[in-house]
């Protein structure tokens, strides 16, 4: 296996961009993170990127962004409709062949134009589940009520993760909810989304994010401190909420356990709970130590929840904090479908 | 500039988007159609519902006949739920408040997610006994129940009303599911500067500072080298065509004329890439490359796409394909 490491990372979040369109997001974010890595835009051997057609309501509307790349001479290039953690995935494995050295992979959209909540119903089994249109947050609160149930969290604890992103989130830039709420100020709030809070449910983002990976001394070169990709796994399970133990997430479990988690210190996680239950799902799934671990120092999906582009973000923002000498190793995740269903678990570390 | 256009924009399939949905999902919602609840027992023991096509755990092929086919139900136990206060209109099959949660139907080992119609989010909880309401008449979809209901202590479920099958009926095979999702789209800076232009009678382009390449209704990115278009350049509305096609389908679009016409590529002066237009004004056969042609615009400008009606042919020599072969 070659030593493949992130070299650079930048992001740009709103609660919501009314001038730019999703193009004109993309540019600044993808000239600094190659900026930062130092490698020249025709050095650049595999594009990638992820996002959601359906943000932008159009077909192929991701086809758009590749005007900020600048595609000329043309470049080698692929698309996850998706989040963009599972586009690094692929940029991972065409630097893995060889065939490439290096690899700019960016996620974006735009959450704010249409009805998120309802436009991620599309992803649901299209004819026992889309019919009756459960939202993104009916899905989520379904898998709440069941942890709940299951005594596996108190509502208690799940405002304490709140409280807790939100208080991470003071520190950072691109953070849409920040704040000094507690615990006790959270268990206040009224239920909206039985059993949830709107404190535990991620805040509508506009965003972009954008890393450049490199290999074996090219990341050397490009980075003083580069963030290595000890190794990165993805598993799924079956779609259907009705057969699936909605209390564990036995994806990020397995992910975790190929991907070695567990084989030396973390740091640092970034979690890609876009509730707060799924946060206290994926520790015990990841086998975090909270005591030992700091989760989602940059607040999380729940500070901001850029969707297409938050699992790739958790990534960057781990590489980040290694590169900064903040860590020396750390787990990021990041999720898809519905209620966990598929699950990226990536080891980072620095030298 | 923070004034952008935007626009109300509808993603939707008219009618609704159709499915086959094979054998085995069939054979459930023909189960509904008829009023019953059916399951497979699978490999392990578990009994699925509703049924797919692949075990979910060794994914082996369910099949659509067989005896590992039982029916379960119709009483079940909620696993899990949640309330939805504010129903949406045109999607929910409820038009009140209601619960969205799994169910374990009796006999069963997996849950099934459907609505719970109880009044409040105080009528239901984890582990609340329910059973189907059933449509009259029923389709074979999955709100042949309408939604389930609370059942009290000793109460009988409703059973569902009679089917009566149509002559000749098949075995459900497919479904309809209205699609339709909205949204308010903006144009974006270099966007809206187009169209503004077009609303002036100009067709405004842009260029990168680096570049000497202009780009027609440019989006705001040389996309050769990813840099803000920031300088605006207009380009002429006259120009050459590239490519273009005689189209034959009717009613692509309100703007379209009758067929056959042509919709063409034109290499506008002063530009760097094509612009799109309708072509008329002369005989669809004598359409052709190189062809030099002028915009209509059309009386009363507004700014969007309509402010140019079609280009129309300026009876010029026409110009030489070294002018144009670099933009096929």
């Given amino acids: 296996m070659r030593d493949v490491a992130v070299v650079s990372y930048a992001c740009s979040s709103v609660a919501r961009d009314p001038v730019h369109n999703e193009t004109e997001m993309i540019g600044p974010v993808l000239r600094e993170a190659m900026a930062q890595s130092g490698v020249a835009k025709g050095d650049i051997g595999f594009v990638c990127s992820g996002s959601l057609d359906y943000l932008q309501g159009g077909p192929f509307a991701f086809v758009a962004g590749l005007d900020a790349v600048g595609a000329w001479p043309p470049v080698r290039e692929s698309h996850v409709e998706m989040d963009a953690a599972w586009a690094l995935y692929e940029a991972w494995v065409a630097i893995q062949t060889g065939e490439v050295d290096t690899a700019l992979v960016y996620g974006f959209g735009k959450s704010t134009p249409g009805d998120l909540h309802e436009i991620m119903s599309l992803q649901l089994d299209p004819y ?82 954008a890393v ?9 070169r490009a980075c003083k401190r580069p963030a290595w990709i000890r190794s990165i796994e993805h598993r799924i399970e079956a779609h259907s909420v009705g057969v699936r133990d909605l209390t564990r997430s036995e994806s990020t479990r397995a992910a975790a356990l190929a991907a070695g988690v567990a084989n030396g210190k973390v740091d640092i996680a970034e979690l890609h709970a876009q509730f707060s239950h799924e946060e206290l799902i994926l520790v015990d799934a990841l086998g975090l130590d909270a005591e030992k671990t700091s989760i989602n120092p940059s607040g999380g999906a729940l ?30 995740h990041a999720a898809s479908g519905p209620c966990l269903q598929q699950n990226l678990v990536c080891v980072l570390e620095g030298d | 500039m923070t004034d952008v256009f935007t626009a109300h924009h509808v993603i939707e399939y008219p009618g609704g988007y159709t499915r086959s949905v094979g054998p085995v999902i069939g054979r459930f919602l023909t189960g509904l159609r008829d009023g019953k609840l059916l399951a497979v027992r699978l490999a392990d023991g578990r009994v699925l519902v509703p049924p797919t096509e692949y075990d979910p755990t060794t994914s082996a092929d369910i099949q659509p006949e067989g005896d590992h086919w039982i029916e379960v139900g119709p009483r079940g136990t909620v696993q899990a739920f949640t309330w939805v206060d504010e129903p949406r209109a045109g999607k929910h099959p409820l038009q009140k408040p209601f619960a969205f949660a799994l169910i374990r139907p ?14 409040s989010a105080d009528a239901i909880r984890v582990g609340s006994r329910v059973a189907p309401r059933w449509r009259s ?56 500067r187009y169209l503004r232009g077009l609303g002036e009678g100009k067709i405004i382009g842009g260029r990168a500072p680096s570049s000497d390449e202009v780009y027609a209704a440019s ?90 009606k079609w280009f129309e042919p300026t009876g010029e020599r026409d110009a030489p394909y070294e002018h144009y072969k670099d933009y096929l």
Avoid at chain 1, 312 to 317: M, N, S
């Fill in chain 2, 219 to 308: 989006r705001g990115t040389d996309p050769k080298s990813g840099e803000p278009t920031s300088i605006e350049v207009e380009v002429r509305d006259t120009g050459v065509i590239t490519t273009f096609c005689v189209v034959n389908v009717p009613g692509l679009s309100e703007l379209a004329p009758e067929i056959p016409y042509v919709s063409a590529q034109i290499l506008l002066d002063g530009a760097n890439n094509t612009f799109f237009g309708l072509i008329r004004g002369c005989e669809v056969d004598d359409v052709h490359m190189g062809m030099r042609v002028k915009a209509h615009w059309a009386d009363e400008l507004i700014a969007d796409h309509t402010a140019i």
């Fill in chain 2, 106 to 119: 009796d006999g069963a080992d997996t849950a099934m997610l459907h609505m719970v119609d109880c009044g």
């Fill in chain 1, 128 to 209: 026992y589940l889309l019919p009756l249109w459960p939202s993104m947050v009916d899905m989520a609160a379904l898998q709440a009520s069941a942890l709940l149930e299951a005594d596996g969290a108190t509502e208690r604890e799940l405002a304490e993760v709140a409280a807790r992103s939100q208080r991470n989130a003071t520190a950072n830039p691109n953070a849409v909810r920040k704040g000094e709420a507690s615990a006790d100020d959270i268990v206040r709030q009224p239920v909206t989304h039985h059993p949830l809070r709107d404190a535990d449910i991620f805040p509508i983002t506009d965003g972009v994010a």
């Fill in chain 1, 303 to 332: 500070a901001a929840n850029p969707v297409m582009s938050a699992g790739l973000a958790r990534i960057g923002e781990v590489a980040r904090r290694i590169t900064n000498g903040e860590a020396d190793r750390g787990v990021a």
């Fill in chain 2, 137 to 192: 008449e029923r389709e074979g979809f999955i709100t042949d129940i309408e939604a389930w209901m609370p059942l009290g202590d000793g109460e009988e479920p409703q059973p569902a009303p009679l089917h009566v099958p149509a002559e000749d009926e098949q075995p459900v095979t497919g479904i309809t599911v209205p699609i339709r999702l909205e949204y308010t789209l903006n144009a974006g800076v270099a966007t809206t």
């Fill in chain 1, 212 to 220: 450049v990976l490199a290999a074996d001394e090219t990341a050397r």
